[in-house]
């Protein structure tokens, strides 16, 4: 029994070690909606990727803007704007940021903005 414990153990942790980290989130795609506690987003459109890329050493990070709506106050109020990847967004006391998305940015390799992912957090002011 003393052996097993090890085993299972690594095995616990491999398995975590393998979730993707935007399945811990809400995410959403193009066009769908995340439910980001109280709020829903769906982001519609990318504005800008000059992310810098992860094969490539870069004097600027650069950044990543979308076009998205954002339902606040239970969905009363709609806001359509930008949200820029790490900024926040507040309307009233609530809150949203893009705080991720996937895949990252390859030089040479342009992305299909049919496999972005985006992952969102709330909050309160």
Same mark, same amino acid.
């Given at each position: ?8 153990? !690594? ?99 342009? !992305? ?14």
């Amino acid at each position: 029994m003393k052996r097993a414990l090890p085993l299972l153990a !690594t095995l616990a942790l491999a398995a975590c070690a393998t979730m993707p980290a935007a399945s811990l989130s809400p995410t959403a795609e193009l066009g769908r909606v995340a439910a980001v506690g109280n709020l829903r987003v769906r982001p519609l459109q990318i504005v800008e990727d000059s992310r810098c890329p992860v094969n490539v050493q870069c004097v600027w990070a650069g950044r990543l803007v979308i076009l998205a709506e954002v339902d606040f106050r239970g969905g009363s109020e709609t806001v359509r704007g930008n949200l820029t990847l790490g900024e926040i967004l507040r309307y009233g006391s609530e809150s949203v940021t893009l705080v991720a998305a996937l895949p990252d940015k390859v030089a040479g390799s342009p !992305t299909n903005p049919r496999d972005y992912r985006f992952t969102f957090r709330s909050g309160t002011n």
